[in-house]
């Protein structure tokens, strides 16, 4: 559980958008969302590849 201590006299805004960093940098949606359903490693290896040749294509288009 994440908690943010409101100190005296700070606006809810702050106190909000300090919370939203916390919840960002622990990642919780991440993990929730990873967690749905399970990928095989052979699918994930799949997309990095897939994901290289793209910017490689990218990056040869650029260099032409």
């Known amino acids: 559980m994440l908690i943010v201590q409101i100190k005296d006299g700070e606006n809810i ?31 994930t290896n799949r997309e990095k590849i897939q994901k290289a040749r793209y910017i490689q294509k990218l990056r040869d288009q650029e260099n032409i």
């Open 13 to 43: 805004e702050r106190a909000l958008k300090r919370y939203k960093q916390k919840f960002n940098k622990t990642k919780t949606m991440f993990q929730l969302r990873s967690r749905q359903e399970f990928i095989k490693p052979s699918v």
